[in-house]
């Protein structure tokens, strides 16, 4: 076995591609560590010919401040998943998987061509565009809708929920419910019913951040914590990157909570007839109450939010926890009228 214990040592990356034949012995590629990821290693390798890979490699400590374990062997199951959602989304949605290697926790990916920009960014800057949005929301109810209807495939491949309960439940609902006590029994409840769920795949990570916008259009990155299990989940993850960044962009605050209305409806009518669809939108609710809660006093922060906006996340999911909003639309409207 060739070894190459870290990626982002540009000799030994070198080295490390050349002795396992993934490139010719005079290549010199070009070799640039990418910013941005926690819990991976990653590489933008730039060859001769003009091809661009991206290098991951899944760390066993993730970067955050405090101790946060993962086996690196998920990367395995991101590379399942780049070939599984080819199948599941609209084309140019999902990147190229090139090689894995299981060995040395590396996976080798086509690069999203430049330029592109990271979705998170322009949110962030206030550049809500409504296609993006609806892309969006049908990009994730492509990908529940196919998976369940291709479940002897889909579950078998994903039914492990080892990953997403050590960097989902466990830290985001688990940990947050000795942070909030008011929320503990709120949080222990919504990890039980999560785990009787496997309705379909859920991707677990469907966030801004992972999302590159090339030619306008939508790429997803970053698979590592799919599973098969609860849908729900996935809408209340994105849902609080939307409602978080109404929060944090008060002048663009009713575009937000538009766009997560449009989101939410979009996602509904691509999702077409399901069978997991009885108090679905209930459970949606709850999960993003559950993820509003986790990522403003979790382990996991929006790091966007200063400490007044985190307060502020907090006291108006409460709210909203103990008068439980019957749609997702009053859930949106009740939670930003709480905030100043
Ligand atoms: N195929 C790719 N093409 C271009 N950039 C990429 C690609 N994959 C990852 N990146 C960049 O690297 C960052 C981290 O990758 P990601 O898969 O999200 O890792 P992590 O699991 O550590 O968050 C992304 O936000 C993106 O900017
Ligand atoms: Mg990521």
Redesign the pocket.
Known sequence: MIECKNIEDPEALVDYLRQSDRIDLDEKPTIAN?????????V?VSLASGE???L?Q??SKL?VTVDWFSEPSRIKR?AAAMQYLTRWTPAGAI?RLIFLDESNYILG?????QP?E?W?NMLLRGEVCREHIVDFAVLLASIHRNAFENRKDSFPAFEDRSFFESLRLEPYYGYTATQVSEASNFLHELIEDTLTRQDTVVHG?YSP??V?VHDNRL?L????VIHFGEPAFDIGFSLTHLLGKALHLRENRSVFAKSASLYWHTYLENLGNVPWLENFETRCIRHTLGCLLARSAGRSLLEYLDEGERGQQISATLDCIADQPHSVDDLITNFCRKLK
Request: glycine share 6%.
């Open positions: 990418l910013a941005g990821g926690v819990s991976n290693r990653t933008l661009e890979w991206v991951k899944a760390l970067r991101e990147t990916m086509e690069a999203v061509p592109h990271n998170k990570d951040k992972n590159l790429v990155l970053d698979h590592e």
